[in-house]
């Protein structure tokens, strides 16, 4: 029963979160009459003993007392005797355990929210430096047209931003203080529940004790965002892992982020983007599990939320090492830009670019001047050749009115360029848009 019950293994996380509810709880009571002054000044005093043993390392948590609750309020009453019996009055396990959770899944997705920003940071700086560095971009992974690295970069600096104000909403949801609401029905002692709300930083109490205890949607929402997040994450650390490939050989890792292999000497393994890859699949099953874990309890509490905690920590935990290992790796590449405009020369790239040509310039139909182009590149593929390669008696073959002016606009570097539509791949656009970044970034505090 014992080894079945007991939470305490894990939930001794909630230790500051839980003694800091517990004081705010006790000063409640004193200021509603509920228990004296000289008896709430003691259960404080006990209470920040205790904060200061765990803090030292020197409490000894135990299973016998199932969980952090009970462990405790177990050494409260070692220190100062019965009056420590008292701290409980009109509150419940429950009511206590949904706020301490609350308290500490709030402080958590503060952190995340600071490490969402740090690596938009990163990618925003990375994105300024290389605003002209041409690349392929790809759909399907197949060339598509020439982009720049830049442009590639800010395109997670704006994923990042939906995952930050999708972490930001779930937090003000989130704030509505559960205590007080005691095992399900409330109590029958005059509490104040807004004193304990404001002293907790929630924004109010919640309104309905039953959904008080039996609520955790804030710990879903949590981890739906994260789960987001940790997709956006894995997307980056595939390309980082085809970028570093010597196929595609865009950039490299250092040693510092790499490892080698122990039998192939010219191995540099991506290990770290791999490994952030992979944790997506966790923390996308974490909030699987907790989902079928609340799907289809009855009102009230029920034990079978005690499994709520495991799944949050071990994500958001994951999610921070992710958020952390990545804005390392975006720092630590070493971008190799010749390897990039070459292969963005590949592939006929600038096939688009032409097309737009016969329309702008020989004013033909976009869709027949998709077909011209169509014939040409056909034509090159035949010769082996890029599109830049083939000689003006060639394209004029497929198409008569073509003049050699067709040539300026078959460069990677050109094609690029022009794309100065608002959110377009152009330099232009790139710093700008990476500048208004750092800038936002620095001005929230947010670039570390
Ligand atoms: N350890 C429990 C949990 O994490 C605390 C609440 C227990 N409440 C109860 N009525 N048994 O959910």
């Not at 409260?76 to 308290?103: C, M, W, Y």
């Not at 704030?175 to 924004?203: H, V």
């Not at 980082?240 to 000497?265: K, Y």
């Amino acid at each position: 029963m014992e080894e079945i019950n007991a939470s305490i293994d894990f939930d001794k996380r909630l230790w500051r979160h839980d003694i800091e509810a517990s004081k705010a709880h006790v000063a409640m009571l004193a200021a509603t009459g509920i228990v004296s002054s000289a008896d709430a000044d003691e259960i404080t005093k006990g209470l920040d003993q205790i904060l200061a043993e765990i803090e030292a390392g020197d409490f000894k948590f135990t299973r016998a007392l199932e969980d952090i609750h009970l462990n405790v309020e177990h050494r409260l009453k070692e220190l100062i005797g019965p009056v420590a019996g008292k701290l409980h009055t009109a509150r419940s396990r429950n009511d206590q355990v949904a706020t301490d959770f609350k308290l500490y899944v709030r402080d958590e997705i503060a952190v995340i929210e600071a490490g969402l920003a740090a690596l938009q940071f990163a990618l925003a700086k990375l994105a300024l430096e290389e605003a002209a560095t041409v690349m392929p971009g790809f759909t399907h992974l197949q060339t598509a047209q020439p982009i720049t690295f830049g442009h590639h970069c800010l395109a997670y600096v704006e994923m990042l931003a939906r995952d930050r104000s999708r972490f930001h909403d779930a937090a003000k949801r989130l704030n509505e203080s559960p205590l007080g609401a005691a095992a399900l029905a409330g109590t029958s002692f005059p509490i104040d529940r807004n004193m304990t709300a404001k002293a907790l930083g929630f924004d109010r109490p919640t309104a309905n004790s039953l959904d008080s205890v039996s609520d955790r949607d804030f710990a879903l929402e949590t981890l739906a965002a994260a789960a987001i997040a940790a997709m956006h994450l894995s997307r980056l650390a595939e390309e980082i892992v085809l970028w570093t490939s010597p196929q595609f050989g865009f950039a490299r890792l250092s040693d510092a982020f790499s490892t080698g292999s122990s039998i192939m000497p010219q191995k540099r393994n991506p290990d770290a983007a791999e490994l952030v890859r992979a944790k997506s699949g966790r923390i996308a099953g974490a909030f699987q599990a907790l989902l079928m874990v609340m799907k289809g309890l009855p009102l009230a509490y029920a034990k079978d939320m005690q499994e709520d905690k495991e799944p949050v920590f071990d994500a958001l935990d994951a999610l921070k090492l992710g958020l952390a290992a990545m804005a390392g790796m975006v720092g630590d590449l070493d971008i190799d830009a010749k390897a990039m405009k070459k292969a963005a020369g590949r592939g006929y790239a600038t096939a688009t670019d032409l097309a737009d040509w016969l329309v702008q310039t020989l004013d033909m139909p976009f869709r027949e001047a998709h077909h011209v182009t169509g014939r040409i590149v056909a034509m090159a593929e035949e010769k082996n050749a890029d599109l830049k390669k083939l000689t003006l008696a060639e394209l004029q073959a497929v198409e008569p009115r073509i003049t050699q002016d067709v040539f300026s606009i078959l460069d990677p570097a050109r094609s690029a360029k022009s794309r100065k539509s608002q959110g377009g791949t152009a330099p232009a656009n790139v710093r700008r848009e990476a500048r208004r970044w750092i800038k936002r970034l620095e001005k929230d505090g947010l670039s570390r």
